[in-house]
């Protein structure tokens, strides 16, 4: 696993920050345009830097203790199990976040263009689309949140980590 993530997690990551600069930097949607692209590049740069972060605490300290664990045995992680549980976990949900961003786009412009007139009010398929975009949202957030529950009741049934530590 640390190889893995030195040599193949790590580097995409940084790709990652680095595209998406690229992309909003040369794109119509801009990095300071929606506060939502700049929502998401910050969410990029700190899941990066958690990940270097992590890659260099937990994951190297975790390798060490399957490296000098028996043959046939299972390693003890210690106190590194339930944290590389945990940190796996908050990935997953700032990746969702990000992902939940992408899709529905929410919050606007951070600066609106003033030019154009308001005054005419929402148009009838204006509405609509709202209405259509929150029923999506509310069927996506029901679908996670299934999941999640599967996953807690899943996971319970089988001890939890008591059974994972040795």
């Known amino acids: 696993m640390d190889l893995v993530s030195k040599y193949a997690i790590l580097p995409m990551s940084l790709a990652s920050v680095l ?22 590049f910050v969410l990029g740069v700190f899941a990066t830097i958690a990940l270097i972060l992590h890659q260099f605490v937990a994951i190297s300290e975790a390798s060490k203790k399957v490296m000098i664990a028996t043959v046939g045995s299972f390693p003890n992680p210690g106190q590194f199990g339930p944290q590389l549980v945990f940190d796996a ?62 996953f807690v009741i899943f996971h319970l049934s089988k001890n939890g980590l008591g059974k994972h530590i040795h």
């Not at 595209?19 to 998401?40: D, E, N, Q, S």
């Not at 259509?132 to 996670?144: H, P, R, T, V, Y």
């Open 89 to 150: 976990a908050l990935a997953f949900l700032v990746l969702l976040f990000a992902t939940l961003l992408s899709v529905y786009k929410p919050w606007g412009m951070i600066r609106k263009d003033h030019s154009k007139s308001e005054a005419d009010g929402a148009s009838p398929r204006t509405i609509e689309n709202l209405r259509f975009s929150n029923l999506k949202l509310k069927i996506l957030l029901g679908s996670i949140a299934i999941a999640i529950i599967l």
């Open 19 to 40: 595209t998406g600069l690229i992309l909003a930097l040369g794109t119509p949607w801009g990095l300071f345009r929606y506060y939502w692209v700049f929502i998401k």
